[in-house]
């Protein structure tokens, strides 16, 4: 193996003054789990795939006359195989082990890590809470992705733990795929706005769902005489980012805490609206409804884009059934429904002129001058830097 | 302000809201395997703390890696160090000792079942 598929150490991840202060044993436990992860990506995936196309769907075959035909089957068909259960087990206990880790950092230093924020954040008019903003179904009925407590939870008075927490194992789980501040996906949407169009210099930004802001900032560096406005339901996640952002001297975003069902900005008032990984991690009824928040709150002429993983149109059965390991297995309960939504029809029942739809592939810029080059034909699924970017402009 | 004072340890390992999946059949075998996986993220932890600890040594000049791959023990010290290594082997292993105990025990007649040891104290 040549260093370049190697992931980076963990010692490279972004520091600002909220990042908690990691010693050499936490540093080795997120190598070991990016390695971890990287085996069981690229070692033992490979031999499910196998399994599945020597033993189990000829066995399918054999009984129902047909291949597969939906996820659905797949997965069914899969629970028994022992290699799918090794896979699975030694990933959920991957993620479990990630959280173990990320907590056991934060939680020994909290103290110290709500004070550095609270400073930060003392009398600051650029973030805004609201302890009447109701934490909605989608975001606590099961805690997402196996983070304990969930965005939101606030074990002490002016908490980030689970913003801290949060921030510090994205790196490892990603393997560096999205550059030292986790901010690749903000990166590759700045880079195909540059890229693309050029001309479209948004006075009025919104983020939905921003949580530490890590997506938002890349925006605000790059369209520094626009106001930023990111919001999310948790406390929590708005104090660490505006003081992670504070930190870094970005001082254009407002982080206000508010359900992105009810904003009460005015009509046409955001020239750009975005979202980074966020729709999976909502609802049936709290998609549409937002989506037509957007169209209300964008201005003529603007554009709403969002970051997300591939949708399964067009895909065969069981790469949908890998992509929904997370949805079953890793505490993302929207994650199988949304992936399946035609999307365009979506947009247009919330308003968008279905000619100005747009969906398209954005890859994650990563930081070359420090990591391994990202690999281009291998995806982990759910983690890797490739996304669809779907949108609308605004006639 | 007083914050109530909290418990890291057991926050760190808190369980996720959301019934957690099994894969194997038998529950058993996942967790056994779970434990055994964060042994060797432990593992792994102390490897790259002597890693780091080496590198550290040779970069003052007190000795150098080469010299550590190099080294044998005297006899005396091989001893110690093979005595350790027998214990250690059989520390981790007691569970597979103290099975084969219990299958020659009880062709013998000397692990009886504990409800059988009841049944005769009661009546003796």
Not at chain 2, 39 to 63: C, F, N, P, S
Request: aromatic content about 8%.
């Amino acid at each position: 193996m040549t260093t370049r598929e190697l992931p980076p150490s963990w010692t490279h991840v972004g520091r600002h003054a909220v990042f908690p202060q990691a010693g050499i044993d936490d540093i080795a436990r997120f190598d070991f789990l990016a390695n971890l992860n990287g085996f069981l990506s690229g070692q033992v995936l490979p031999k499910v795939r196998e399994a599945y196309e020597s033993k189990v769907k000829p066995a399918f075959e054999q009984a129902a006359g047909r291949a597969p035909q939906t996820r659905h089957e797949v997965r069914k068909a899969m629970a028994h195989d022992a290699t799918w259960q090794t896979w699975s087990a030694l990933r959920r206990g991957s993620m479990e082990m990630r959280q173990q880790a990320g907590r056991g950092l934060v939680f020994r230093q909290l103290d110290a890590l709500n004070q550095r924020a609270a400073v930060l954040n003392a009398d600051a008019p650029m973030l805004k809470l609201d302890p009447t903003v109701q934490v909605p179904r989608y975001a606590c009925a099961v805690d997402i992705h196996c983070m304990p407590g969930g965005y939101h939870t606030e074990v002490v008075p002016n908490d980030v733990s689970a913003a801290a927490n949060y921030d510090s194992g994205i790196f490892a789980t990603t393997g560096g795929m999205l550059g030292r501040y986790n901010d690749g996906g903000g990166q590759a949407l700045v880079q195909w706005l540059a890229s693309e169009h050029p001309q479209f210099k948004p006075r009025r930004i919104l983020d939905i769902g921003c949580t530490i802001g890590h997506n938002t900032v890349p925006l605000a560096l790059a369209f520094a005489d626009a106001k930023i406005v990111a919001v999310d339901v948790s406390a929590p996640m708005l104090r660490y980012g505006h003081a992670r952002a504070k930190s870094m001297h970005v001082d254009n975003i407002e982080f206000s805490q508010a359900d992105g069902e009810h904003l009460d900005y005015p009509d046409g008032h955001f020239d750009l609206i975005m979202t980074s990984m966020f729709w999976h991690e909502t609802s049936a009824t709290a998609m549409p409804r937002m989506l037509g928040e957007i169209q209300r709150m964008l201005a003529p002429g603007g554009l709403t884009v969002h970051l997300e993983q591939p949708q399964y149109q067009g895909m065969d059965p069981y790469e949908q059934f890998i992509r929904d390991w997370d949805a079953y297995n890793n505490n993302e309960p929207f994650w199988s429904v949304m992936h399946e939504y035609e999307l365009q029809p979506m947009m247009a029942a919330a308003g968008f002129d279905p000619e100005r739809y747009f969906e398209t592939r954005l890859r994650g810029v990563v930081d070359r001058s420090i990591f391994p080059v990202a690999s281009g034909e291998k995806e982990d699924f759910g983690r890797a830097a490739l996304w669809t970017a779907f949108g609308a402009w605004k006639a | 302000m007083s914050t109530p004072p909290i418990d890291p340890i057991a926050l760190a390992n808190a369980k996720a809201r959301g019934k957690r999946p099994y894969f194997f059949k038998d529950a058993d075998v996942e967790r056994v395997l779970s434990i055994a996986m964060a042994i060797a993220m432990e593992h792994a932890v102390t490897r790259q703390r002597l890693d780091a600890l080496e590198r550290l040594i040779e970069a003052k000049g007190l000795l150098t890696r080469a010299e550590l791959d190099g080294w044998s023990a005297e006899p005396e010290a091989e001893a110690e160090r093979t005595r350790w290594m027998k214990e250690y082997i059989a520390r981790v292993l007691r569970i597979v000792q103290q099975e084969n105990e219990s299958v020659e025990r009880s062709a013998s007649g000397i692990d009886q079942p504990m409800e059988q040891v009841m049944e005769e104290l009661r009546h003796s």
